[in-house]
């Protein structure tokens, strides 16, 4: 049998091959892993645990926190606090960006996290995974402040996720392209198993919680509609959809075979201006898509220009094969 090379060895040889990366990102990235190994594990055994369910409080944006979320956040606090790689790390899960603790050497990168994503299927073993983005502090050895962290996507130095599916996997960029690990157990390595994973220009499939279509805006509607007429409409063909219901299994799916993956703005909530959080789910999927040749934006910008103005700022998502994202595109123009 032949074994690929680990993340470490993966990691090593893409700092030779592109020199003018910075190096320091590949312990930063073994560290984190070993946080998703542990919270994996636990996804895994939460059925044999008392880890299902609700927490019982609610996190900064009125969610219901799964007890899940909770220790999978720490997990990851514990993993990376200590390291002397961070200038400050901001969760899905926490108000304010963690502060290090004192006598830990302020590091030159800033790393933010939504730590279980999609856990509301947890409790029906259906796939999460954990999202994360990593930007360089404005000023490194120092704490970081909420404007620190406020940077465009386009200045992400990597991104990537785990999927706790019917495998581990991480799937990660650092702007050379994407590339995925499949997490062998019984090792504990990360394996390189899909090399340069690229989003296919056209697709068939398509992903959008349908239930919220009264509340879409017009090119939407438009769009959705022509993908339900199949055959018999102006596309003259059939569409299949799919919508898992967590982020990260639905554009792994779509890095994987091609797809569009929609939360698009609706009027259901009028303070919500989408679902999604712009700086722990659209950036680092806006980056890992594009990378691969596929295309994210609003419906009225591209994701990764995106000035942000707060950390848990949410915004509509589009992203996915790119013929499809710009025929939406296209629809909001006409508008
Ligand atoms: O409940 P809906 O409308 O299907 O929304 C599902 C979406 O919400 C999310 O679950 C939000 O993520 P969290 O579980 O991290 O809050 C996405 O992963 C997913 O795409
Ligand atoms: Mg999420
Ligand atoms: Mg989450």
């Known amino acids: 049998m032949h074994i690929g090379k680990t993340l470490t060895q993966f990691l090593l040889e893409e700092s030779r091959r592109h020199p003018e990366a910075t190096g320091d990102l590949a312990p930063l990235l073994n560290d984190l892993m070993v946080a998703c190994k542990y919270i994996g594990s636990l996804v895994n055994r939460a059925g044999l645990m008392d880890i299902r369910g609700a927490a019982g409080a609610e996190n900064v944006q009125g969610e219901q926190q799964q007890k899940l979320d909770v220790i999978s956040n720490e997990a990851i606090l514990q993993a990376m606090a ?8 901001a969760s899905e899960e926490m108000d304010d960006p963690y502060v290090l603790p004192q006598g830990v050497a302020r590091g030159k990168y800033l790393l933010l996290f939504d730590p279980l994503d999609g856990s509301s299927n947890i409790d029906v073993n259906i796939s999460v995974g954990t999202i994360f983005s990593i930007l360089e502090a404005p000023v ?6 909420v404007e620190d962290f406020l940077q465009p996507g386009t200045r992400q130095v990597c991104a990537g996720y785990t999927v706790y599916g019917s495998s581990t996997m991480l799937v990660y960029t650092r702007g050379f392209g994407v590339n995925g690990f499949t997490l062998d157990p019984n090792i504990g390595e990360f394996i390189h198993t899909h090399p340069d994973m690229r989003v296919p220009e056209d697709t068939k499939e398509y992903a959008i919680n349908a239930s919220n279509y009264r509340f879409w805006e017009a090119p939407v509607q438009r769009y959705i509609d022509e993908l339900n007429a199949g055959k018999s409409g102006l596309r003259e063909r059939d569409f299949n959809m799919r919508w898992v219901g967590s982020m990260v299994a639905d554009v792994h ?14 009027t259901k909530d009028p303070k919500k201006p989408g ?7 659209a950036n680092p999927m806006a980056f890992l898509i594009e990378q691969a040749g596929g295309a994210a934006t609003t419906g009225r910008e591209r994701i990764l220009d995106i000035q942000p103005n707060a950390l848990h700022q949410r915004v509509p998502v589009i992203l996915g094969s790119r013929n499809e994202v710009d025929r939406v595109t296209t629809y909001y123009q006409e508008q």
């Not at 490194?140 to 402040?145: E, K, L, N, Q, V």
């Open 275 to 281: 679902k999604l959080r712009l700086m722990y789910e």
């Open 82 to 89: 200590w390291t002397g790689h961070l200038a400050g790390m």
């Open 253 to 266: 799916r779509i890095l994987n075979r091609g797809g569009v993956f929609m939360y698009p703005f609706d």
């Open 140 to 145: 490194a050895g120092r704490d970081a402040t």
